[in-house]
């Protein structure tokens, strides 16, 4: 007798469960064939005979997968748009969590793929950990998704952008206002905190533009990513008549999906959904990060630097300046909405568009913008934002 | 046909390593032989994926070991694996399966930071005194109630607490969302951030943080108090037989109490960790699964604590690869995962193996015959 005595039978069986483990991992494993973003350009036909610029290596962090639909594809799809980009090199690292495993990534990236600029995108990861190793990488340079730098505070290789997505939202919840039928709007929401309470108030603020009669009714599922809960809080809206969803959570897959299967209509968020929706997709806002990366790379090519401040350290702007953009239209929108879209749009790219206008009160009757008063995008106090305009149903208290 | 004798399981205590080499290095060869096979099947799942496995495999040793910047990669991520798997392998020495070590983390890390802004004037060390020790106790505290629960209700330890975890998550939630919240922590809701000075500091000439001492030091205790001392004794008895160790007159009770409270404080050990060392303040950042993957470790080194040890090292190792596959080889995100869950699949395939192969089993040792003894 052998030293390990494995019936015939159930070798065979082995060795086919392995061999059908093996062939069947592509299917089930859910990996989707990524082609690696660092093939450096090589032949780039811009220039003839002698190289320009040395090869500028950029890495990218991101704290979900890169297919999420939500925010991380918003900003792999601008990572995408510089790779293509002649003496641009990318590096990028998805599922990054926002704790020590951060530093430690960025830490690689600059010791092993040598790195010139990183963009660590997830706002999490400014405090503590961009800040420990920007402080001691003073020549690699910081660009955080989330506009959080102090000057004389933070160290000064950071720099951050942010855009104003709530225009976008704005006319998201126009675009809303105008399908819906019974006048019942859904927003699943991850946490109150003031960028999250702002695209909420922006949505309804532009649904009550066009029908004085709409609610939004808001539940918060707590956390950034909580697939069930936000099926669970999709679901039990539509239960109570609301016709239209949208959400504001890091990926909008779960709500999208849910909202497709019940059959009413969707806005998305962070990026484009309709693929997702194919029926009931109305209209989104979206990250437009392309042009951002485009104009950060511009800069750093020409040699400007963010620590001396030829690159400024806080870049911000909403639909004028390209920071994010309204989704192409789904076939459920009739012509009249698409028009009158497209008249608010026309007012957010001359400028003439003020969302947050006197007098406002909040959904518990309280005056919090006096007659009056405007408050431009760029205002620091709707950074703090901790109250729902009139409409809301919800509170922000949960 | 078997040419030699099998060793008869009487004579085991009486006989020296060197006649039992044997089954001593069978927990040697079997875990390295798991890990290795592991490895051949994730080098033909990258095949089929296109990438050349020796590549891989060159990748994989040099971003875990290769050198002084992997080995510290590879140790931060690890550290708190080490004290969160004692939440786990602690009680199960009595024979109790808990898998709530993320609560206790959770729990740790608050009592850490409250008592850590409470006498923040005080001398750093004694500030981070009164932090281990608020998370020990705190984390401590949580697991024991659910040892109580079980020993005086009889209700089910694994189920209560893994519900606490999420009544832990809830609790960390509310907090530093509303009492606890420093206002100026707009969009990422935290509390009081920690004074530099009262933060853990680095080992001097690396970047890992003391964190690891503690892990190293808390297994080391574990595995003493376990195996070489009368309490250790008594609670692996109860673990064996607990109505054998009743009737012999242990208290059962009390020792469930107790270890219970020490595998808890281990955890939340650990949270007071993350605070001190990595976050510098409390917030939804603490809830990063050190707990659940601390419960993969405890049960990959089949709950010693000084093979978790070991299993930890190997568990940060993977993760500091599988972020290099990802930046070298454009391989998805989920690669890591998947092959984690092959080494540790392997490894529990291996357990199977333990006392079926005739290479580990002993052998009586020759006794020489003078060819002058008669037959009488």
Redesign the interface.
């Known amino acids: 007798m052998s030293?390990?005595y494995i019936p015939r039978r159930q070798f065979i069986r082995g060795a086919i469960a392995t061999a059908a483990f093996?062939a069947t991992?592509?299917l089930w494993?859910?990996?989707?064939?990524?082609?690696?973003?660092?093939t450096a350009n090589t032949g780039s036909p811009n220039t003839a005979g002698s190289p320009t610029a040395a090869l500028l290596t950029i890495g990218f962090i991101y704290v979900g997968?890169?297919d999420d639909f939500g925010y991380s594809q918003a900003h792999y799809e601008g990572e995408q748009a510089i790779a293509k980009l002649p003496s641009i090199k990318t590096?990028?690292?998805?599922?990054?969590?926002?704790?020590?495993?951060v530093q430690?990534?960025m830490?690689?990236?600059i010791?092993?793929?040598k790195v010139s600029a990183l963009f660590p995108t997830s706002?999490?990861y400014?405090?503590?950990h961009i800040l420990k190793v920007a402080a001691d990488n003073p020549k690699v340079q910081f660009f955080h998704c989330?506009g959080m730098y102090t000057e004389g505070k933070h160290p000064k290789n950071i720099g951050s952008y942010y855009g104003y997505i709530d225009e976008a939202e704005y006319i998201a919840g126009v675009v809303a206002g105008l399908t819906s039928k019974s006048g019942k709007l859904g927003f699943v929401a991850a946490?109150?905190?003031?960028?999250v309470v702002r695209n909420i108030n922006s949505y309804t603020l532009g649904a009550r533009s066009v029908n004085p009669k709409a609610t939004v009714q808001v539940i918060f599922t707590?956390?950034w990513s909580v697939p069930v809960k936000e099926a669970e809080a999709a679901n039990s809206m539509v239960d109570q008549g609301v016709d239209v969803l949208t959400c504001h959570v890091d990926s909008p897959k779960v709500v999208m999906e849910t909202a497709e299967k019940r059959k009413i209509f969707c806005t998305g968020y962070h990026a484009n959904q309709s693929k997702l929706a194919p029926n009931g997709y109305l209209t989104g806002a979206e990250w437009d990060w392309t042009s951002v990366y485009t104009q950060y790379m511009e800069w750093l090519k020409a040699g400007k630097s963010v620590t001396d401040g030829g690159i400024p350290h806080l870049l911000r702007g909403g639909l004028k300046e390209k920071f994010c953009k309204v989704s192409p239209f789904g076939s459920a929108v009739s012509a009249a909405t698409k028009k009158e879209a497209e008249t608010v749009m026309a007012k957010f790219m001359d400028g003439s568009m003020v969302i947050y206008a006197g007098e406002m009160k909040d959904n518990n009757g309280k005056v919090v913008i006096a007659k009056g008063k405007e408050y431009k995008q760029t205002d620091l106090d709707l950074?703090?934002m901790d109250w729902f305009v009139e409409g809301v149903i919800g509170s922000v208290k949960s | 046909m078997i040419a030699y004798q099998p060793l008869q399981n009487s004579y085991k205590h009486m006989i020296n390593l060197r006649d039992r080499w044997r089954s001593t290095s069978e927990n040697i060869f079997i875990p390295i032989g798991a890990v290795i096979a592991s490895l051949v099947v994730f080098g033909i799942f990258c095949a089929m994926q296109g990438k050349n496995p020796l590549a891989i495999y060159g990748t994989i040793y040099q971003s875990a070991f290769g050198n002084s910047f992997s080995w510290q990669g590879t140790l931060i991520r690890s550290a708190p694996l080490m004290l969160t798997s004692l939440c786990t392998a602690l009680p199960a020495m009595l024979g109790l399966t808990i898998i709530g070590n993320e609560g206790a983390l959770i729990v740790g890390g608050l009592g850490a930071i409250a008592m850590g802004l409470a006498v923040a004037s005080l001398p750093p060390v004694m500030v981070q005194m009164a932090m281990a020790m608020a998370g020990l106790i705190a984390g401590g505290l949580w697991i024991m109630f659910v040892g109580a629960i079980k020993y005086y209700r009889g209700v089910n330890e694994t189920i209560s607490s893994l519900l606490m975890n999420y009544i832990a998550i809830a609790l960390l939630n509310t907090l530093v969302e509303g009492v606890m919240r420093d206002p100026s922590s707009l969009n990422k809701p935290s509390s009081f951030p920690l004074t530099a000075v009262n933060m853990l500091q680095s080992i001097p000439n690396s970047r890992v943080h003391y964190g690891l001492i503690y892990g190293l030091v808390a297994c080391a205790i574990a595995y003493f108090l376990i195996q070489r001392t009368t309490f250790g004794f008594a609670v692996r008895t109860v673990g064996g037989n607990i109505r054998a160790a009743k009737i012999a007159g242990l208290p059962v009770g009390k020792l469930t109490l107790i270890v219970t409270f020490l595998g808890g404080s281990c955890a939340g050990l650990a949270g007071m960790v993350e605070v001190a060392a990595i976050h510098g303040s409390a917030n939804a950042s603490l809830n990063a699964d050190y707990g659940y993957s601390g419960i993969l470790v405890a049960f990959i080194a089949r709950q010693n604590p000084l093979v978790a040890v070991l299993v930890a090292v190997l568990m940060g190792g993977i993760l500091s690869s599988g972020s290099a596959l990802q930046r070298s080889f454009g391989l998805p995100d989920a690669t890591v995962l998947l092959f984690q869950g092959i080494v540790f699949l392997a490894i529990l395939f291996s357990e199977s193996l333990y006392g079926r192969l005739d290479f580990f089993k002993d052998r009586e040792p020759e006794v020489k015959i003078d060819a002058s003894a008669s037959a009488v």
């Open positions: 030293p390990i093996g991992s592509q494993v859910g990996c989707t064939e990524q082609s690696p973003t660092n997968p890169k590096v990028s690292e998805a599922s990054v969590a926002e704790t020590a495993t430690e990534t830490l690689s990236m010791n092993q793929d706002f999490g400014f405090d503590p989330g946490k109150p905190i003031p960028q707590g956390d950074e703090k």
